[in-house]
């Protein structure tokens, strides 16, 4: 069974642009959440999504958004990137009802010059 | 200003001893707990979880141990493996499906 895929692995981008990152779910897993990561402040939950409904959300400023779609796929979104917005961005994916692990990919190194 | 990072625990072990990590967690109310694995450029991988109805779960060659009482997670790795060198986490399942991480342990095995 195939992994969580994560695309791009590795993105560089400058101050005030927008990006877009995206996450491909394990086979029949409906929920996908989001986490930053950096060494700062850790692995910190963006928000998950469920059936292409947003079913929470953490605290993060109105820039980072995403979406699902019909397959499960997801996509977050960031608009006028902060230095402080480069960390890697993981995506997990779980079957999202129950006690459930959820499963991640590897990830994508954002970069902020 | 300058920031602060985080610093990360290390516990040191011989490769065959085995390895005991230590976590807390914040949330009384959880009910559900992971521990993941990560190496360097990859994402957490899934090691074993457990549910607050147990104490005591095993997998292949790891035990996690789960004190409600002291809010209080424990991976055991027995026979350490110089493949086992990685940051462990634990995470704590919040509300919808929400994971909250600890801030994570390395491991390093000396062969």
């Known amino acids: 069974k195939a992994g969580v895929t994560q695309t791009p692995r590795y993105l560089i981008k400058t101050r005030g642009q927008q990006v877009t990152l995206s996450c491909s779910p394990i086979?029949?897993?409906?929920?996908v959440s989001w986490y930053q990561q950096t060494p700062g402040q850790g692995l910190q939950f963006l928000f998950e999504?469920?059936?292409?409904?947003?079913?929470n959300k953490g605290n993060f400023p109105g820039r980072f958004s995403g979406r699902q779609f019909s397959n499960s796929r997801s996509e977050m979104n960031v608009s006028t990137l902060e230095l402080g917005d480069s960390a890697l961005y993981l995506c997990?994916?779980?079957?999202?009802?129950?006690?459930?692990?959820?499963?991640f990919g590897d990830g994508t190194r954002l970069s902020i010059l | 200003g300058e920031s602060v990072g985080l610093h990360l625990p290390t516990l040191s072990v011989q490769e065959g001893d085995n390895s005991i990590i230590n976590c807390a967690y914040s949330?009384?109310?959880?009910?559900?707990f992971i521990w993941y694995k990560q190496e360097s450029g990859k994402g957490p991988q899934f090691i074993i979880d457990?549910?607050?109805?147990?104490d005591k779960r095993q997998g292949q060659r790891v035990t996690v141990l789960l004190n409600k009482t002291v809010k209080h997670l424990s991976l055991q790795i027995a026979a350490t493996q110089p493949g086992d060198s990685a940051v462990y986490f634990c995470?704590?399942?919040?509300?919808?499906?929400?994971?909250?991480f600890g801030a994570g342990t390395i491991l390093r095995v000396k062969s």
């Open positions: 997990a994916s779980s079957i999202g009802q129950g006690d459930q692990p959820q499963h």
């Open positions: 086979s029949g897993h409906r929920s």
């Open positions: 999504y469920f059936s292409e409904t947003q079913r």
């Open positions: 949330n009384s109310a959880s009910d559900y």
């Open positions: 457990i549910r607050s109805n147990m």
């Open positions: 995470a704590e399942m919040g509300y919808g499906n929400k994971l909250v």
